[in-house]
Every structure is written in structure tokens, then in C-alpha cells.
């Protein structure tokens, strides 16, 4: 079955550049979504089709992708951004969503 | 304003049956693909079943297939999950949300409602 792989775990310090990854086989041809979720909260898209930022996401997340890996970067990192961020992606025949485990972002 | 609320939830026996639904209002609901989404307590997000805006297509995660059943009610503005023989491992939040049909993603989120399956 198609799998999303995230980093359990990254942290930073304020004012750095948090940087999560993404890793699935069908990445190279399917767009990848990143949500963040904050404890007892729905999530909340960040991200979508690898890199698009809807209106009212702060410019200070950001998404790329190279090969089979998409990387969702957070620049100038605040206490406010510590959360669960995760990835989503469709199969190739739209036929399944798969979230990836989720990351935990902790700022020191 | 996007809304989705997110009703049924509740303590359940394993093996009954339990049907959620989510209200929708603020948008054209008919438009719009729509999924259910779990998360067990503690753990990460599990995408359950997704359904095409005019209910002619439904998916459903492996998890849950042949015991849960996703459909729609366009003229009710809602959302359901049909939830037969459920187990421990079925126990988590639950989330109905909307598909944006041009760019794919989630885009708009219920609160959930909790079902915990506990004898």
C-alpha cells in the first residue's frame, strides 16, 4: 500500500529554519498537501499542490519537492509554530488519500 | 463562511453500529468532494473515506472497508459515515472535510466528533 515517511521529531530554536520531510514513491507524480495541527484543534492546510500557499498562511512556510521527497520549510521559526505538521497525498488514481505519520515541531 | 459540524459521536460496545454526520453550510455543498478523516488518541491523522460531490464515487481506507459506508444527502447539506462492527481500534476523533475541486487538499475542517468503542 502507498506510505507517506516523516521525521517523528524536529526542533528548533527561534528565529531558525525548520525544515520537514516528506518521502513516498508516487511523489514524483502526485501533488503533496502539508497541514498543521495544533493540540485539540482541527488541522489546517498550509500548503498545497507541493508549493502553493493559500491566502492568510503566513510567507514564512514554504514547500518544495525533488524526487520521490517534498519538504515543507518554515523560515524565522516562532513559538506559535510548534505543532504537528503532516503530509497528504493521493494515490494515482485518486482513489486513496495517505497522510504521512506526522512530525512533531518542538521550538527549543 | 465555510462551517462543517460534525455529529453521532459517542461510547459504543464493539460490534454495534454507530452513523455520524456532518452538517454543512456556508458553501454550495453539492459542489464539493467531501472525506472523513480519523485520529486515535495520541496518534497521527488516518484519511477513513472520501465521496465525489454528486455521491457517484466513494472510497474507502482498507481500515474500514465493507464495515464503514460514506454518503451524502445534497439536499440536506450533509455528510454521513455509516460505522458497522466496530472495534476498539476504531476509536478516535473524527473529522468530515472538504475537498477544493480545482487545486485537490483539505481545505476546510470540522471540530470532530469522538467515538470511543469500549466495552
Known amino acids: 500500500s502507498y506510505e507517506l515517511t516523516q521525521p517523528p521529531s524536529v526542533s528548533v530554536s527561534p528565529g531558525q529554519t525548520a525544515r520537514i520531510t516528506c518521502s513516498g514513491d508516487?511523489?514524483?507524480?502526485?501533488?503533496a498537501y502539508w497541514y498543521q495541527q495544533k493540540p485539540g484543534r482541527a488541522p489546517l492546510l498550509l500548503i498545497y499542490?507541493?508549493?502553493e500557499r493559500p491566502s492568510g498562511i503566513p510567507a514564512r512556510f514554504s514547500g518544495s519537492t525533488s524526487g520521490t521527497t517534498v519538504t515543507l520549510t518554515i523560515s524565522g521559526v516562532q513559538a506559535e509554530d510548534e505543532a504537528d505538521y503532516y503530509c497528504?497525498?493521493?494515490?494515482?488514481?485518486?482513489?486513496?488519500?495517505?497522510f504521512g505519520g506526522g512530525t512533531k515541531l518542538t521550538v527549543l | 463562511q465555510v462551517q462543517l459540524v460534525e455529529s453521532g459521536g459517542g461510547v459504543v460496545q464493539p460490534g454495534v453500529s454507530l452513523r455520524l454526520s456532518c452538517e454543512a453550510s456556508?458553501?454550495?455543498?453539492?459542489?464539493?468532494?467531501m472525506h472523513w478523516v480519523r485520529q486515535a488518541p495520541g496518534k497521527g491523522l488516518e484519511w477513513v473515506a472520501s465521496?465525489?460531490?454528486?455521491?457517484?464515487?466513494?472510497y474507502h481506507a482498507d481500515s474500514v472497508k465493507g464495515r464503514f459506508t460514506i454518503s451524502r444527502d445534497n439536499s440536506k447539506n450533509t455528510l454521513f459515515l455509516q460505522m458497522n462492527s466496530l472495534r476498539a481500534e476504531d476509536t478516535a476523533v473524527y473529522y468530515c472535510?472538504?475537498?477544493?475541486?480545482?487545486?485537490?487538499?483539505?481545505w476546510g475542517w470540522g471540530q470532530g466528533t469522538l467515538v470511543t468503542v469500549s466495552s
Open positions: 497528504q497525498s493521493p494515490n494515482s488514481g485518486y482513489t486513496s488519500w495517505v
Open positions: 508516487a511523489l514524483p507524480n502526485q501533488f
Open positions: 499542490k507541493d508549493s
Open positions: 456556508g458553501f454550495t455543498f453539492s459542489s464539493y468532494g
Open positions: 465521496i465525489w460531490y454528486d455521491g457517484t464515487d466513494k
Open positions: 472535510a472538504r475537498e477544493n475541486p480545482v487545486d485537490g487538499g483539505l
